[in-house]
Structures are given as C-alpha cells and as structure tokens.
C-alpha cells in the first residue's frame, strides 16, 4: 500500500490556518465554484490571509488546493461530469467553522481524525475498494508508544516509517506487542510526501516534530490507555465502491462520540492562579509545559538566560541546570506553528519561573480588564507580551 500526501502547502495545515479555511468554504458549500472564481478566491485570501496562487484564469483553486482540502476532511469535489466545480464540504469543514462545535482544539480535531483517515485514500486516484485498508496515524502512534513501554526514546524518522511500519505491511489495527516486536526491513517505497504528513501529524499536543524526527511526549499509564483503546481503534465500516461516497462517509463526525484526555508527564506545575478553570487557559499550558519543546528549545538555545531579565540562571542558581520556561507568544487559542523543518521556535521564549509568573497574571489582569478571555489576534498578544515585558523591566 503506497503512501501518499500533500506536498509543498504545509503552511496550509496549520491548525488555526484550517479553521479559518472551513469558515470560508461553508460559505460555498454546494456551489460551482466555476463562475464565481474570482469571488471565492478574494473570500478565502482575505479571511486567510494566505495566498492561493497562481492568481491565473486556467489556474483556478480547485486546481492547485482540492488535496490539501482533502486530506485535512474539509471538502473535495465530485470527479467528473457536470458537477466537478460543486464545492461539497465535510461534518469536519462544518464543525470547525462553528464557535459552538465539537472541535475545540487541535486535539479534538486529530482525536477524532487519527481513527479515520486510512489508505488507500479515495482523494488519490486509482483508489480501490477491496485494497487493504492501512490506518498510517495508529500505526505511528502505536509505534511510539511502544517505543516507550520498552524504555526506548520514543521517536520516529521517515527512514524508520519506511523500514518499521510500511516493509512490515503495518495497517495500524495491530496490537501494541506487535509493534514492540517489529524489525527492520528493506523498503523501496519513495515516501517524500509523507515527511509533510509527520510534521502536519506533530501538531498533536503530545507530539513534536525536529531533528527529522517524530518525538512522542512522555505519556501517563491512563493517557496510554485511552488512547489505546479509543483513538487508536480504526473505525469499523465497509468501504464505499465509489471514491466520493467513501471521502463524505470518512469525514462523518458522531455528534456522540467524546475524546480522552491527553496529557504528557511535565515538571512545570501549572499556574492555577492564571488558569481559573478555563479551558483555552489549560490548552496554552500545555504547550508551555511540553518537555519536548523545552528540549527543542534548549538544543536552540543552550544559554540559560531569561529573555526578559537577561539573566543567567546557571549564575544565579549555581545548582542549576537550564531553569528556563517556555512562554508562548500567541494567543491563549493558538497552536505551535509547523514549519517545513517541523516544529516552530519562531513564538515562544524563555523565561525565568519568575519572570513567566509576571507576564501570565499580566495576560490575567489584562485579559480581565477588557472583559475577554483570548487575545483577538496574533498581533494583539504580541503586542500585550511587549507591554508586559516594559511594564516589569521599569518596576
């Protein structure tokens, strides 16, 4: 089973770059996009802020974005015949363009993607019904997480996908002692594409993509089993003979079906004062206590020296190691970006535990004064983080 990917549009699988898509395509579900191109492409370039180029009359966005729609479940288009320009969009396009649906993270989102998303795709062509289904997400997954239970650095390279996951004819509906059990094979698969679908993978808030590996946080026995034994269970269902019908049934959401909880092991606790039970609060902790992206973060930056007082921390504790943390800049909703090298360092910092208590119940006092509960913007929090930085360098 050949697998297969997007290539070359990863800045469009950003997470928060995907809401803002499935906004815009509800806006044109069910219509032929064909006459009004011009319409659709100021729409979604606007709202996106992303370009959609080639700006050309023969280069129309069907041609150039219809899989990256596709292989995130927001949308695609009927094959052939009169209605191939009708945009038809997805129960996930939907639900993530609603500010009241099931999807309230990238967690969410992939929680409830993992356990579908198989091969063969029907977005590809030569998609055949009676091929054996793989399910490439939990079959990594599985991978990892075996990699852990046996004291192993749980991580992966596209090298070892190859020779682990696809020689071995994986299909991700394996249990966990087979993938403890797997042995290198050789493998002449050429899977370039799929180093893209690693990283856009790495946006899982327990997994970290750098040094062209995928890195597994380490996990609670309870993470563990509910992952094992919900999200990490292809889902059941015959497939569709037809490639469009088996694209909508893939991308059907269970308006009843609910997604563990996942947190990783971290010795930063949590700064209750600042989080007050808010969930968007909680999510943007988690991103700064990931011990993988402090790791990734001190690999970058091996001084230990807070990015606001400038001071050394192996000088000022000389029983130290790196007491740095890791402060991100964007708002409390935002996602660590992915870039084509994998995880992003471009908007987080380093900051001393006291420095980085200041700027949270700074956010806090802010955040409360203007009566909201996020930044509105990614300029906004970089903006309020500026005010918080001069405020405590002049107190």
């Not at 795709?121 to 490439?136: C, E, I, K, Q």
Request: a neutral charge; proline letters at 5%.
């Amino acid at each position: 089973m050949m697998w297969r990917w997007d290539q070359g549009r990863l800045k469009y699988f950003q997470f928060d770059t995907l809401r803002e898509i499935a906004k815009v395509l509800v806006k044109f579900d069910h219509l032929d996009l064909g006459p009004i191109e011009d319409k659709f492409r100021q729409n979604i370039m606007a709202d996106t802020g992303m370009p959609f180029a080639p700006d050309k009359k023969d280069y129309p966005i069907k041609r150039n974005y219809k899989r990256v729609f596709q292989c995130v479940f927001l949308a695609t288009f009927p094959t052939k015949g009169p209605q191939e320009n009708t945009l038809l969009v997805t129960d996930f396009c939907r639900d993530l363009a609603s500010d009241n649906g099931l999807i309230k993270n990238v967690d969410d989102y992939f929680l409830r993607y993992i356990p579908k998303f198989s091969f063969p795709f029907p977005a590809f062509d030569g998609y055949n019904p009676n091929d054996t289904r793989t399910y490439p997400f939990c079959a990594i997954l599985k991978f990892l997480i075996a990699r852990q239970e046996s004291g192993l650095e749980s991580k992966i390279s596209l090298d070892e996908v190859t020779r682990y996951i696809v020689a071995n004819k994986c299909t991700g509906k394996e249990d966990l002692d087979f993938y403890k059990n797997l042995t290198p094979n050789d493998c002449d698969e050429d899977l370039r594409q799929v180093r893209e679908m690693l990283i856009f993978f790495s946006q899982l808030s327990i997994l970290k993509y750098y040094n062209k590996h995928l890195y597994l946080e380490p996990l609670s026995e309870s993470t563990k089993k509910n992952l094992l034994h919900t999200v990490l269970v292809p889902e059941k269902r015959d497939p569709a003979s037809d490639a469009l019908d088996e694209f909508m049934q893939m991308t059907r959401l269970d308006s009843k079906s609910v997604t563990p909880e996942i947190e990783a092991f971290t010795d930063v606790p949590l700064d209750l004062e600042f989080i007050e039970g808010d969930r968007k609060k909680v999510e943007h902790f988690r991103i700064e206590r990931s011990s993988l992206l402090r790791k990734y973060y001190r690999d970058k930056n091996p001084e230990a020296k807070c990015q606001l007082c400038q001071k050394d921390m192996r000088g000022v504790y000389p029983w130290t190691d790196y007491m740095l943390e890791i402060h991100h800049l964007l708002p409390l909703a935002s996602t660590i970006k992915i870039s084509t090298s994998g995880t992003s360092l471009d908007d987080v910092v380093g900051l001393c535990p006291s420095c980085h208590k200041a700027i949270h119940i700074y956010y806090r006092n802010w955040l409360k004064e203007h009566n909201k509960s996020d930044f509105s913007t990614k300029e906004e929090a970089k903006e309020i983080f500026s005010s918080a930085l001069s405020a405590i360098k002049n107190a």
